[in-house]
């Protein structure tokens, strides 16, 4: 069974860091694509990054791209999210994705979710 687990959400002021961890369970670590999403209060779900655990290439979305990192340890068979600089509107509720068609950044690309971790940035 395919299990994502998303942790390490919380509230942060304006300026600080979190770091999120995805961590994979019942599938073949390597042959996957991770994504991290979110959806905002009232917003549509958004891709934010992506990393192919095989290559290691990966992408960010303008809007995070220069402060936050994306990385995988497949020995762990984690993926983590390190977010710097954060901004309110980056409060999110924040999701990881598995896909083995490659990395995508479209939610519909995605096969697997997790159960999301909220991020909240106060001003």
């Known amino acids: 069974e395919v299990q994502l687990q998303a942790s390490g959400g919380g509230l942060v002021q304006a300026g600080g860091s979190l770091r999120l961890s995805c961590a994979a369970s019942g599938f073949t670590f390597d042959d996957y694509a991770i994504g991290w999403f979110r959806q905002g209060p009232g917003k549509e779900r958004e891709g934010v990054s992506g990393?192919?655990?095989?290559?290691?290439?990966?992408y960010y979305a303008d809007s995070v791209k220069d402060r936050f990192t994306i990385s995988s340890d497949n020995i762990k068979n984690t993926v983590y999210l390190q977010m710097n600089s954060l901004k309110p509107e980056d409060t999110a509720v924040y999701y990881c994705?598995?896909?083995?068609?490659?990395?995508?950044?479209?939610?519909?690309?995605?096969?697997?979710w997790g159960q999301g971790t909220q991020v909240t940035v106060s001003s």
């Open positions: 990393i192919s655990s095989s290559d290691g290439d990966t």
């Open positions: 994705a598995a896909t083995d068609r490659g990395l995508g950044f479209f939610d519909y690309e995605y096969d697997y």
